[in-house]
């Protein structure tokens, strides 16, 4: 008789390499990988070829969330979750997000060569949209998911080009009309754990290759519309012009003046990195500019009290333009505290190959941060040397990438062991 042999191990740096040309973006510099366009296709056919060739079976949810499953004989009970997203930012890093699914799978076949044999299935997912870079709501495919977001409005939501989501579903051979609280889903699921490439430089100072995460920071989306009076560059007095431009400066002025004003007790941060100006000619007063507010803090309040410090800011500032300000909140994500069970018992399993390893805050979001409301969650960090990310200049060493392999292999073995 012969035996069946298990695939080759996947090495996660080879993996990652592969995906390298994947929505390089010539423009920006970086990646671009937006929900469903071709790049996020090309990457979410990688996800099935990849997983399908482990021998995983592979299947797209009602919220276009990508699932590979390992469930030999003798795996039952609730899932084992892990994985992250294989979407970017705009010109954003190589491994915010395809590190922890390849790392997933990575670790997934190395259980499978060694001979493993796991109590529960594993199940490595692949969450749609997580940076909302295309639809503005992050985390979209868990939110939907776990049923925190209006479907409703979810289908009306529109991307730069005018499309709707429910388009873009429909487009792409999903059901629109599929899409919210996948109950059967969620409660096949005993846990989720993440690996992600650290954000921020706390590892590095510890000599730390891999760190646990404690929490996440409070964090939301804020649409700032200001509207004024386009007109002529030349031609226009100054004491008659009603210019958005002033308006959307000083709501970037107020963004850091009040974070810092509320910190560091609150750990307040806030942030406008994306800005439309219509008719957006250098030498046209603009007639209405659009700006993204992105703040954070540690609790939910110190968001609150931020944003509307910086609204405050803005609207006085559009009062002595002449010029008028409409806010919309595009998201809001509570603060995170992971499970404490689970970080200890993963700990527990690092300890015998990485020592006493790091637990770390984040403030960045996360699908497991919007999973840890519905059931235990934890993440792995793997260290970031410059701590740079939602960049082109984001990384980790690839004996680092190794490690972090080689601790979320520890931690499967572990909560799918006898
Ligand atoms: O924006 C964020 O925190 C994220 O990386 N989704
Ligand atoms: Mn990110
Ligand atoms: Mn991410
Ligand atoms: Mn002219």
């Known amino acids: 008789m012969t035996e069946v042999q298990a695939p080759a191990a996947l090495d996660a740096v080879a993996a990652l390499a592969e995906l390298a040309p994947v929505g390089a973006d010539p423009v920006r510099g970086g990646w671009s990988r937006h929900l469903l366009d071709d790049a996020d296709r090309d990457m979410r056919a990688w996800f099935v070829r990849t997983a399908e060739s482990l021998g995983l079976s592979v299947e797209t949810d009602a919220n276009a969330n990508q699932w590979a499953t390992w469930a030999p004989e003798g795996a039952a009970g609730r899932a084992i979750a892990t994985g992250s997203h294989l979407d970017s930012v705009p010109g954003g890093g190589p491994l915010d997000g395809p590190l ?6 990575a670790a997934v076949s190395r259980l499978m060569a060694e001979g493993h044999v796991p109590s529960r299935p594993i199940r490595v997912a692949n969450f749609a949209e997580e940076e909302g870079a295309r639809f503005g709501v992050p985390c979209l495919g868990s939110q939907l998911l776990a049923g925190e977001l209006d479907t409703d409005r979810v289908r009306r939501l529109t991307d730069v080009a005018g499309t709707t989501y429910a388009e873009a579903m429909t487009a792409a051979g999903h059901d629109p009309q599929a899409i919210g609280r996948d109950e059967d889903r969620l409660s096949d699921l005993a846990l989720y754990v993440e690996l992600h490439v650290e954000q921020g430089r706390q590892l590095e100072p510890l000599g730390a290759p891999v760190g646990l995460a404690t929490s996440i920071l409070a964090h939301g989306r804020w649409r700032l519309t200001v509207a004024g009076r386009g007109d002529h560059a030349g ?6 012009r009603h210019d958005p431009m002033l308006v959307a400066a000083a ?5 850091r003046a009040r974070a810092l004003e509320a910190s560091p007790e609150t750990r307040s941060r806030a942030t406008v990195g994306k ?12 007639s209405e500019v659009a700006l993204w507010l992105d703040a954070r803090a540690e609790h939910d309040p110190d968001v609150r009290a931020l944003v509307e410090a910086v609204l405050a800011d803005a609207r006085e500032a559009a009062t002595a ?10 998201s809001f994500s509570t603060r995170v505290g992971f499970d404490v069970p689970l970080t200890d018992r993963m700990a527990a399993a690092l300890e015998p190959g990485f020592g006493e390893v790091p637990r770390i805050p984040t403030g960045a979001g996360h ?36 490690a972090g392999v080689d601790a979320l292999t520890a931690v499967l073995r572990d909560l799918t062991g006898p």
């Open 275 to 286: 800005m439309r100006i219509v008719p957006g000619g250098s030498n046209a007063i603009a």
């Open 367 to 402: 699908d497991a941060g919007i999973l840890s409301a519905h059931l235990p969650a934890a993440m792995l960090f793997v260290r970031n040397p410059d701590g740079v990310s939602h960049s082109p200049h984001e990384g980790a060493s690839d004996e680092d990438i190794r």
């Open 235 to 240: 031609a226009t007095e100054l004491d008659s």
């Open 321 to 330: 333009e002449g010029c008028t300000v409409e806010v919309a909140e595009e």
């Open 251 to 255: 709501v970037v002025q107020a963004a």
């Open 100 to 105: 922890g699914v390849v790392s997933a799978l």
